[in-house]
């Protein structure tokens, strides 16, 4: 490996080191005269991948990118939306999943298929998942499974995004 070392000088520009992170994870920086490889790192780690499935709210998620948030689509085996939510790890980075009731349950083709199956792989990488159901049927949502019934947190449409904000 060569490794050449720096010297001050046109390439690089040294300013002092301003950086604070608050819960809003905004990064504040001074790093140099460019954008800094270290503000993108930062940048990068800091930016919370939301995975989400196929019928959340576009303009939730419009929200929460313009945050400075990611999303990635997840699908459950058949509508062919985005990776598949039962192959899902921890290397994909997601901080959270969202995904409505409709399409966990058994799907033609897929019977035997149950929720809990779904979820394992979120479950078994500690990954959390926001179930999305209305508020006066969250019980019924949760008698549906068996594993997951504690492991999933439960919101109704207008509650998801504060619900989100707890996970990002």
Known sequence: ??????????????????????????????LTSRRSPLYNILEVI??????????TDPDLLSSLCAQGHDTAPLGNGTDGHGKYIAHVTSTDGLDVVIA????????S???NVTIDDR??????????VIL???SDLKQEAKDRMDESRDYVDFASPDELEDKIKKYI
Do not use: T, W
């Open 109 to 111: 083709g897929m019977e």
């Open 132 to 134: 999305v159901v209305p």
């Open 119 to 128: 979820l394992f792989a979120c479950r078994r990488h500690d990954i959390p």
């Open 100 to 107: 409505y009731l409709h399409k966990l349950v058994s799907v």
């Open 1 to 30: 490996m060569i490794q050449k070392k720096l010297q001050p000088g046109p390439e690089l520009q040294i300013r002092p080191v301003a950086l604070e992170i608050n819960s809003d994870k905004e990064v504040f920086h001074s």
């Open 46 to 55: 800091l930016m919370s991948l939301i995975g989400y499935m196929e019928g």
